[in-house]
Nanobody, 117 residues
Framework: QVQLVESGGGLVQAGGSLRLSCVASGSIFNINAMGWYRQAPGKQRELVAL???????NYADSVKGRFTISRDNAKNTVYLQMNSLKPEDTAVYYCKLTRDQFPYNYWGQGTQVTVSS
């Protein structure tokens, strides 16, 4: 099994920055991708950023130019650097791991990000 632990969330003012971390442990072989999703109150969970095993990245249009996803394979960790934060970025951010064997997807418990005006 795989365990994902997120950290780095908190309260920041608009325009500020945060860096989220997600550490994977357990059976973490054959990873296809890791990514970050977020869910705000009353809204559906949405993809924020994704990084594949080969290093290809993908971002939601709403965060392009502000957020950067990266990874440290030696530490089994994926990061989300969030700059120029806006109140609409307020949400619970979840780490997701996708692999090519069943079960295919694992989720972390989430970390709260709150951006004040």
């Amino acid at each position: 099994q795989v365990q994902l632990v997120e950290s780095g969330g908190g309260l920041v003012q608009a325009g500020g920055s945060l860096r989220l971390s997600c550490v994977a442990s357990g059976s973490i072989f054959n990873i296809n991708a890791m990514g970050w999703y977020r869910q705000a109150p009353g809204k559906q969970r949405e993809l924020v950023a994704l990084i594949t095993n080969s290093g290809i990245t993908n971002y939601a249009d709403s965060v392009k130019g502000r957020f950067t996803i990266s990874r440290d394979n030696a530490k089994n960790t994926v990061y989300l650097q969030m700059n120029s934060l806006k109140p609409e970025d307020t949400a619970v951010y979840y780490c997701k791991l996708t692999r090519d064997q069943f079960p295919y997807n694992y989720w972390g418990q989430g970390t709260q990000v709150t951006v004040s005006s």
